[in-house]
């Protein structure tokens, strides 16, 4: 999702590749689930995440997915302060899962495959360096901008890939292209209207976000508002697991 001054195409060509590569899947799956799940993830991510959203999270008895780009630590950004080494290691420490959201943050569509995997690479190193000893298994493209040749070419350690595409995983899937719903603006009605459906199908859920606060910025979800959705989560039965957890959780 855009944080900075950056933003990618949206000329007709480049909407019309964008769909070309949503329609192809590069791992194809049949995702089914005895129950609804719900995975709450953070890009970027900023420090108000990993302290408020985290702390919200771990008083529902949840635990989430937070995306790291470790080019973007302990630096300033539209969304405030972003992530520390002391940050990753108390996440991981409370169970929370640390993801891959590229070193640099650029947009893959825009990038040679190879130095994409390049740039995953150094993130895996950096944030294995800062403590994520569990790093790796789940990717968040930046942006939400990927490519046919880079889903094919993922190295096998990223068991799913996220974008930001609204919808349901469930039946037919593409493991490296999921679905995930914003948790801020407009679209946040979406996924409240989507958590019902999911319900009723036992489907799975993601959303994502980037800070949270109770003045949260365009890209930030307030604490009220987590609170809330994940109340609302329990109430219709959803369990809540960081997105390789619930994905472990599917069914034959």
Request: net charge positive.
């Amino acid at each position: 999702m855009t944080m900075d001054a950056y933003a990618p195409p949206r000329d007709p060509i480049a909407k019309l590749r964008r769909r070309m590569t949503q329609w192809e899947a590069a791992r194809p799956a049949m995702l089914r689930f005895d129950r609804p799940f719900l995975s709450i993830s953070f890009d970027d991510f900023p420090a108000s995440a990993a302290d408020t959203g985290a702390r919200i999270l771990e008083s529902h008895g949840a635990r989430g997915t937070f995306y790291a780009s470790a080019g973007l630590a302990n630096t300033d950004g539209p969304c405030g302060r972003n992530f520390s080494a002391s940050d990753i290691k108390r996440l991981a420490a409370n169970g929370h899962e640390i993801g891959c959201h590229s070193f640099g943050h650029n947009d893959c569509a825009q990038r040679d495959v190879f130095e994409t995997l390049q740039d995953l690479a150094k993130n895996r190193d950096a944030l294995t360096e800062m403590g994520a000893v569990k790093y790796g298994r789940t990717l968040a493209y930046p942006y939400g901008e990927t490519t046919t040749a880079l889903k094919r070419t993922l190295p096998p350690r990223f068991e799913s890939a996220r974008g930001i595409l609204p919808g349901l995983n469930v039946g037919r899937a593409d493991l490296a292209q999921l679905h995930a719903y914003a948790m801020f603006g407009k679209p946040f009605a979406a996924m409240r209207s989507a958590l019902k459906r999911a319900a009723k199908r036992n489907a799975w859920v993601i959303g994502f976000t980037h800070d949270i606060s109770d003045t949260p910025s365009p890209w930030g979800t307030s604490a009220a508002d987590l609170d809330a959705l994940l109340r609302e989560a329990h109430a219709l039965g959803f369990t809540v697991l960081p997105v390789s957890t619930a994905l472990e959780r599917r069914t034959p």
